[in-house]
């Protein structure tokens, strides 16, 4: 068990619709990244927040936006979606620049 | 912006044989990370190499950071089929970014 939890862990849905992925990093992490991961394909890095505030932006698309809460939990939010949005989701937590954490990760199908 | 390449991206070997698989950076990095993904599962933190020309060891795994700290590579000896998977680099900024190579498929075969 990495401590960081992903919910939920699987989700369908259809083209056109908006989810929320969701995250909680390990205690005391600050760091909390989003990664995508279609199938066989590596780690598309998608975005990185720090206490809060946006540190670094992957290839996000525009539909896609994330947010940290001042608990550090953190969402990501994917809107209007298409059949190519079908992928695992990773949140990794680490502490600054030390080693991250991975969820379990959320897979999402888009149907 | 910052770009890992990892090479390469499959390689199938006899269980007993070697494995090497590299990863270069567009940018000189902070640091470098190793990870391991089973199938099916999620990335699992191996090692962190942070200073230039760094070697570290794990068992059978070898861990190299370049001297530019633009390359890493990671070497297993002897591989057995509990090292399948696929082996990821990310490389490390200063600020805490970690921009992920795509990754090596290891296949092992008995």
């Known amino acids: 068990d990495s401590g960081v939890t992903q919910t939920p862990k699987h989700l369908i849905t259809a083209t056109g619709q908006r989810v929320t992925l969701r995250c909680s990093p390990r205690s005391g992490d600050l760091s909390v990244y989003w990664y995508q991961q279609s199938l066989d394909q590596g780690l598309q890095f998608l975005i990185q927040y720090y206490n809060g505030e946006e540190r670094a932006k992957g290839n996000i698309l525009e539909r896609f936006s994330a947010q940290q809460f001042p608990d550090l939990h953190s969402e990501l939010n994917l809107s209007s979606l298409e059949l190519g949005d079908s992928a695992l989701y990773f949140c990794?937590?680490?502490?600054?620049?030390?080693?991250?954490?991975f969820g379990q990760g959320t897979r999402l199908t888009v149907v | 912006g910052q770009q890992v390449m990892q090479i390469p991206q499959y390689q199938h070997v006899q269980e007993g044989e070697d494995f090497t698989t590299y990863c270069n950076s567009s940018t000189t990095l902070s640091n470098i990370q190793w990870y391991k993904q089973r199938p099916g599962g999620h990335p699992v933190f191996l090692i962190q190499l942070v200073k230039s020309g760094e070697v570290k060891k794990q068992k059978r795994l070898t861990f190299q950071f370049g001297e530019a700290k633009k390359n890493s590579s990671l070497h297993i000896t002897a591989t057995q089929t509990t090292d399948v998977g696929t082996y990821f680099c990310a490389g490390g900024t200063s600020y805490g970014k970690l921009t992920f190579g795509q990754g090596t498929i290891l296949t092992v075969h008995p």
């Open positions: 990794a937590s680490s502490v600054g620049q030390g080693m991250a954490f």
